[in-house]
């Protein structure tokens, strides 16, 4: 990059060197790139095309085009996603909330009563509790976390919100949940498998926690583990929600039956897949 560079000519030579490098949506990753670092949005990248940049402009996109085209996730980059239309701070220590937990999202807001606690196992950034508190201003809900460096995430989000007086963040095991019983149980844990690990996208694998992936040799493990305490977790009545993957409905809801829940049933996401298995616990 030489400093005679006009914006158009930056876009389009990184639209380019991320094609090269296989990068999915290269032209929107290099504008969202570029426009972070000229503090602009992207009508703001449209209208200053014949914009030449400085050098210190150029300084600091340089090091992140690089990072992008060896696949580190743009939202790591940038330091922040959107979920549910909420700006969420993310880094290396979380998960990058995804479009299809906006579905177990939905189901956790359709089962909902006018108010009660939610309990988010697993919250990551997160994305799923704070968007619920938003949605529900008569609920207080606590997420739970084995990653503390997650935790701080999550309540710096709560903070960014100015949720954080409904919103409560704890570390513990999912393995050995806390003796206190909510109204709405929701987890997105992790549920790859370990053959399925090795052919996520490097963006997923290299960069992603494993430990917020990797869930055992079927990638059943923690549903395993959620199951056998449902009775501790869930008030009678209180609904369990949990994210799957797509070939893992028929595994979860028979870890649903066993462990005694009732009106199981499984949501699919807008492509078709199986998202969400959910059941009740008997009044
Ligand atoms: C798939 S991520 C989900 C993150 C977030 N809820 C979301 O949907 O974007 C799973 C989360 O579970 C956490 N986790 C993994 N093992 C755990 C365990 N044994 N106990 C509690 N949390 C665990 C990870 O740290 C990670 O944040």
Same mark, same amino acid.
């Given at each position: 990059m030489s400093e005679s560079w006009t914006l158009l000519k930056l876009l389009r030579w990184t639209t380019g060197f991320f094609r090269e490098k296989g990068i999915d949506n290269p032209r929107l990753d290099a504008e969202l790139l570029i426009a972070s670092v000229l503090e602009l949005d992207r009508v703001g990248l449209y209208l200053n095309y014949d914009r030449p940049l400085v050098a210190d402009e150029l300084a600091r996109i340089r090091p992140l085009v690089k990072r992008r085209a060896q696949h580190e996730p743009l939202q790591y980059l940038l330091g922040k996603t959107e979920f549910w239309s909420l700006d969420f701070k993310v880094s $290396?220590?979380?998960?990058? $909330?995804?479009?299809?937990t906006e579905i177990l999202l939905e189901e956790a807001l359709e089962k909902a009563t006018e108010s009660g606690e939610l309990l988010d196992i697993g919250?990551?950034?997160g994305a799923i509790a704070i968007s619920f508190a938003h949605e529900k201003e008569h609920w207080q809900v606590a997420g739970l976390d084995i990653s503390t460096a997650a935790l701080e995430i999550a309540q710096g989000n709560a903070l960014r919100h100015a949720l954080a007086s409904r919103c409560t963040f704890m570390a513990g095991d999912l393995a050995c949940l806390p003796e206190r019983a909510y109204d709405l149980v929701v987890s997105n844990p992790p549920y790859i498998s370990t053959s399925e690990y090795e052919t996520l996208m490097p963006e997923v694998?290299?960069?992603?926690p494993a430990q917020a992936l990797l869930a055992g040799e079927e990638g059943l493990d923690c549903y395993r583990l959620l199951a056998a305490q449902v009775e501790k977790v869930l008030k009678p009545g209180g609904w369990l929600l949990l994210e799957i993957g797509f070939r893992q409905q028929h595994a979860v809801t028979d870890l649903l039956v066993k462990a005694g829940l009732t009106e199981i049933y499984c949501r699919q996401d807008y492509a078709g897949n199986p998202r969400v298995v959910g059941g009740r616990r008997a009044f």
């Amino acid at each position: 990059m030489s400093e005679s560079w006009t914006l158009l000519k930056l876009l389009r030579w990184t639209t380019g060197f991320f094609r090269e490098k296989g990068i999915d949506n290269p032209r929107l990753d290099a504008e969202l790139l570029i426009a972070s670092v000229l503090e602009l949005d992207r009508v703001g990248l449209y209208l200053n095309y014949d914009r030449p940049l400085v050098a210190d402009e150029l300084a600091r996109i340089r090091p992140l085009v690089k990072r992008r085209a060896q696949h580190e996730p743009l939202q790591y980059l940038l330091g922040k996603t959107e979920f549910w239309s909420l700006d969420f701070k993310v880094s $290396p220590a979380v998960l990058i $909330p995804r479009a299809d937990t906006e579905i177990l999202l939905e189901e956790a807001l359709e089962k909902a009563t006018e108010s009660g606690e939610l309990l988010d196992i697993g919250t990551g950034s997160g994305a799923i509790a704070i968007s619920f508190a938003h949605e529900k201003e008569h609920w207080q809900v606590a997420g739970l976390d084995i990653s503390t460096a997650a935790l701080e995430i999550a309540q710096g989000n709560a903070l960014r919100h100015a949720l954080a007086s409904r919103c409560t963040f704890m570390a513990g095991d999912l393995a050995c949940l806390p003796e206190r019983a909510y109204d709405l149980v929701v987890s997105n844990p992790p549920y790859i498998s370990t053959s399925e690990y090795e052919t996520l996208m490097p963006e997923v694998r290299e960069y992603e926690p494993a430990q917020a992936l990797l869930a055992g040799e079927e990638g059943l493990d923690c549903y395993r583990l959620l199951a056998a305490q449902v009775e501790k977790v869930l008030k009678p009545g209180g609904w369990l929600l949990l994210e799957i993957g797509f070939r893992q409905q028929h595994a979860v809801t028979d870890l649903l039956v066993k462990a005694g829940l009732t009106e199981i049933y499984c949501r699919q996401d807008y492509a078709g897949n199986p998202r969400v298995v959910g059941g009740r616990r008997a009044f």
